[in-house]
Each structure stands twice: as C-alpha cells, then as structure tokens.
T-cell receptor, first 114, second 114 residues
Framework: ETGVTQTPRHLVMGMTNKKSLKCEQHLGHNAMYWYKQSAKKPLELMFVYNFKEQTENNSVPSRFSPECPNSSHLFLHLHTLQPEDSALYLC?????????????FGPGTRLTVL | AQSVTQPDIHITVSEGASLELRCNYSYGATPYLFWYVQSPGQGLQLLLKYFSGDTLVQGIKGFEAEFKRSQSSFNLRKPSVHWSDAAEYFCAVGARGSQGNLIFGKGTKLSVKP
C-alpha cells in the first residue's frame, strides 16, 4: 500500500449503530487529519493529530470520537449519528516541522446515516 | 478573517479550450497556496503548490498557477483542457506554523464538452 488508505470506502449505518472509520498513512508523516466534506459546503476540518496528540478539535459533536494510536493510524469512532452526518469523510497526513504543510489525502469513506 | 474564495461554482469548457479557475484569499500571514483536484468519489490530489520564489508555478497534468500578491489571487490555468480534466478543483491556503491547518475554498466544478 502506498500513500493514504481509508477503510471502508462506503458505509451505511443506522442512527443507533456504532462503527469506526480507519485511516492509515504509509508516508512516514507525523500529523494526521479528519475532514468532513458535505455537498455544497467547503471541507470542514474536524480533528488534527500531531505526533499522536490531538492538537485541534473544531467544535465537533461528541458522537464523533477520534483515536490516534500511533503516527501511522487514525480512527474515527461513530455512535448515535444523525442523518445530517452523511458525508464523505477524508483523512489526510502531512509532515509537520517542515517549512511547508502539504497534505496528502486518502480516497475517503462515503458515509450514509439512515 | 482568513478565507478562500472561489467565485465560480461551475464552469463548462470545450475540450481543447483554455481554462482559468479563479481563487482569491484573505490571510494575515505570508500564505502558502495549493490547488487540489477531486475526481468523483475520490480524495483530493495535489496539483501544485506555492511557497516562495517564482510566482508562476508548474504542476502536474499540464496545470500552472500564478501568485499575485497585489490581487490576493492564485488562479489556476491550463492552455488546453482534456476530457479527463473534468473534476472539482479546490484552492487552499495555509501558513508555516499553523500545524498544517489549511483553509479550503468551496470548490469549482469543471465540466468538459466534447
């Protein structure tokens, strides 16, 4: 595997389900991100992890719970979601500490909440 | 407030015609600027980036962009569009020391007529 991978690619869940999204980066980076992409809205940064420590949480509801066990893996745990949470969830990684902050994105998980 | 504006939501061009996608930014610090492309159902792929130096930057797939500080713009251009360029294009701005946080525009969807 190369780059940034995400599983599953598609997920349909009910409002009472619990599921997790997984992201893995194979680039040796030390920072990882979760974004939400909804129709007709700009990309929304949800969480940032730098060296496995969460450095940003952009007022994301508690039904979204991130986990970063190491600098290569990032999870997004989902529970009691709402239909408006249906979106494409994108993971990205970058190498912090360099002069610039180019981010590399995964293909995303298309989430549908029924 | 920091922001990125892509004034065109949807653009249609004929195959072989030239293309220019507009991007304007508002950013307090010296900006780093990016253009990403997203094909349907896919993640974002970096087309090109500007950090410093020559204000005309070359990217992949024959794209280029010009940074104009006086106009706060970073427009994307391609001299001859191919049908495979049909996608959504996102402009983003960031700064060193911002922990990799990027601000994205809402995107411009490009359609290509045969």
């Amino acid at each position: 595997e190369t780059g940034v991978t995400q599983t599953p690619r598609h997920l349909v869940m009910g409002m009472t389900n619990k599921k997790s999204l997984k992201c893995e980066q194979h680039l040796g980076h030390n920072a990882m991100y979760w974004y939400k992409q909804s129709a007709k809205k700009p990309l929304e940064l949800m969480f940032v992890y730098n060296f496995k420590e969460q450095t940003e949480n952009n007022s994301v509801p508690s039904r979204f719970s991130p986990e970063c066990p190491n600098s290569s893996h990032l999870f997004l745990h989902l529970h009691t979601l709402q239909p408006e949470d249906s979106a494409l969830y994108l993971c990205a990684s970058s190498q912090e500490g360099r002069e610039y902050n180019e981010q590399f994105f995964g293909p995303g998980t298309r989430l549908t909440v029924l | 407030a920091q922001s990125v504006t892509q004034p065109d939501i949807h653009i249609t061009v004929s195959e072989g015609a030239s293309l220019e996608l507009r991007c304007n930014y508002s950013y307090g610090a010296t900006p780093y600027l990016f253009w990403y492309v997203q094909s349907p159902g896919q993640g974002l792929q970096l087309l090109l980036k500007y950090f410093s130096g020559d204000t005309l930057v070359q990217g992949i797939k024959g794209f280029e962009a010009e940074f104009k500080r006086s106009q706060s713009s970073f427009n994307l251009r391609k001299p001859s569009v191919h049908w495979s360029d049909a996608a959504e294009y996102f402009c983003a701005v960031g700064a060193r020391g911002s922990q990799g946080n990027l601000i994205f525009g809402k995107g411009t969807k490009l359609s290509v007529k045969p």
